[in-house]
């Protein structure tokens, strides 16, 4: 199993452009999230899927949209691209259902820039 | 969920021991204590889970006081490789309870 897979791993974006955060995961979990992690800082939660079709503001949710595209995918988007949202972008998931339901598990993390 | 309080950072001699306090005295009785670590550039880990007893996995032991309002994370032989952040988060079961991260306590282990 790969796990939560991210693509990009980089991107560089200028200020006003848009751009999607791609998501997958392989193990048929139901919950999915998207975490930003500023320098020095823990991560904060921006929005969270806790089952396919069902999507949930998180702490800092303003300046994006998510997609639950299918059960395996949650994509992030950036409408309008600031440099306040430069920061590293971690998706994650959980499936309270099964015995690691306590676990969220991490990907690699997209390491985003905006000029 | 209740907030927890870490010191910033530790050290400790590779081998020994590592004993990672977390405060969280206003925990709830339906909340229960993570631990999840970081290393450079990689996204979080979890390593252990417990509500009033005190667990043991392969990575690390979790002791919690009677009165459940601190912890501690033992890593019984620290390595190089478990120079991290180490973050303690407590949290309500559920399927829509969420992590809330701290700045977490930063491990240095040195040879």
């Known amino acids: 199993n790969a796990g939560v897979t991210q693509t990009p791993k980089f991107q560089v974006l200028k200020t006003g452009q848009s751009m999607t955060l791609q998501c997958a995961q392989d193990?048929?979990?139901?919950?999915m999230y998207w975490y930003r992690q500023d320098p020095g800082m823990g991560l904060r939660l921006i929005y969270y899927s806790a089952s396919e079709g069902t999507t949930d503001k998180g702490e800092v949710p303003n300046g994006y949209n998510v997609s639950r595209l299918n059960k395996r995918e949650f994509s992030l988007r950036l409408e309008s691209a600031a440099p306040s949202q430069t920061s590293v972008y971690f998706c994650a998931s959980s499936d309270p259902a099964a015995e690691t339901y306590n676990e969220q598990f991490f990907g690699p993390g997209t390491r985003l820039t905006v000029l | 969920d209740a907030k927890t309080t870490q010191p910033t950072s530790m050290d400790c001699a590779e081998g020994r021991a590592a004993n990672l306090p977390c405060n969280h005295s206003?925990?709830?009785?339906?909340?229960?204590v993570y631990w999840y670590r970081q290393i450079h550039s990689q996204g979080p880990q979890y390593i252990i889970h417990g509500l009033k007893n005190n667990e043991t996995n392969e990575m690390a032991s979790l002791i919690i006081t009677e009165d459940r309002k601190s912890s501690t994370l033992i890593l019984p032989h620290a390595t190089l490789r478990d120079t991290a952040v180490y973050y303690c988060i407590v949290r309500v079961e559920g399927a829509n309870s969420k992590l809330t991260f701290g700045k977490g306590i930063t491990l240095s282990v040195r040879p």
């Open positions: 206003t925990i709830s009785g339906n909340e229960y």
């Open positions: 193990m048929n979990h139901n919950s």
